[in-house]
């Protein structure tokens, strides 16, 4: 399993006590989407969750031109416990530098999430996608008291029924197909009304 620092920091303050939605959000590349967030773009300090409707439908090359341009700055994203290696060809031809990229392939779930808080609440990683199972409450908040110590964009992706519980992310939302590309529903974001109705994002690429 690769290393990543770990985070300084002891500060232990409510999950719901989060940064104001006033702060500048990481542009995500879709115009529309930016629109509909309060920070213009992906909330960063704290937890995104996407859930997707089935694994593989672009909820990845949803983050990419985000994840692009994170690494073309030099910064470092981090890949927790992904269910497939990452492909390369695809992530190069959108625009990421590999050179940038840790892997982390855990050997149980404990671990996985002992790496993910790390890595958040360590701040060396721009962005920290995370792949995590049966995750409950403590966890969750955790991971998103992480990331705010960290200012990391964190990545949770979660199946559809996750939708049905509360979370403490800042950002939810869920991805279906659509013909020309996702749809993507708004289910939470601070800052902003509830109740958007889906946006049409148009995806590119394998």
């Given at each position: 399993?690769?290393?990543?620092?770990?985070?300084?920091?002891?500060?232990?303050?409510?999950?719901?006590?989060?940064?104001?939605?006033?702060?500048?959000?990481?542009?995500?590349?879709?115009?529309?989407?930016?629109?509909?967030?309060?920070?213009?773009?992906?909330?960063?300090?704290?937890?995104?969750?996407?859930?997707?409707?089935?694994?593989?439908?672009?909820?990845?090359?949803?983050?990419?031109?985000?994840?692009?341009?994170?690494?073309?700055?030099?910064?470092?994203?981090?890949?927790?416990?992904?269910?497939?290696?990452?492909?390369?060809?695809?992530?190069?031809?959108?625009?990421?530098?590999?050179?940038?990229?840790?892997?982390?392939?855990?050997?149980?779930?404990?671990?996985?999430?002992?790496?993910?808080?790390?890595?958040?609440a360590s701040g060396a990683p721009a962005a920290v996608l995370m792949w995590l199972r049966n995750l409950e409450d403590r966890p969750l908040r955790r991971l998103q008291l992480a990331a705010e110590r960290g200012r990391s964009w964190g990545v949770l992706f979660r199946p559809p029924e996750a939708a049905r519980?509360?979370?403490?992310?800042?950002?939810?939302?869920?991805?279906?197909?659509?013909?020309?590309?996702?749809?993507?529903?708004?289910?939470?974001?601070?800052?902003?009304?509830?109740?958007?109705?889906?946006?049409?994002?148009?995806?590119?690429?394998?």
């Amino acid at each position: 399993m690769s290393a990543l620092p770990a985070g300084a920091g002891t500060g232990v303050r409510r999950g719901d006590a989060l940064l104001p939605s006033a702060s500048p959000g990481l542009p995500t590349g879709f115009a529309v989407l930016d629109a509909a967030l309060p920070g213009g773009g992906w909330p960063v300090g704290a937890l995104t969750e996407v859930l997707p409707a089935r694994e593989g439908i672009g909820e990845v090359r949803l983050l990419l031109p985000a994840l692009a341009a994170l690494s073309r700055q030099g910064r470092w994203l981090a890949w927790i416990d992904p269910p497939h290696i990452p492909y390369a060809p695809a992530l190069s031809g959108a625009g990421v530098d590999l050179s940038r990229m840790v892997l982390v392939q855990p050997r149980r779930p404990e671990e996985a999430l002992w790496a993910a808080e790390q890595a958040l609440a360590s701040g060396a990683p721009a962005a920290v996608l995370m792949w995590l199972r049966n995750l409950e409450d403590r966890p969750l908040r955790r991971l998103q008291l992480a990331a705010e110590r960290g200012r990391s964009w964190g990545v949770l992706f979660r199946p559809p029924e996750a939708a049905r519980r509360p979370s403490p992310a800042a950002l939810r939302l869920t991805v279906t197909p659509a013909e020309t590309g996702v749809a993507v529903q708004v289910i939470k974001c601070r800052g902003a009304a509830g109740g958007r109705a889906p946006l049409t994002l148009p995806l590119t690429g394998p």
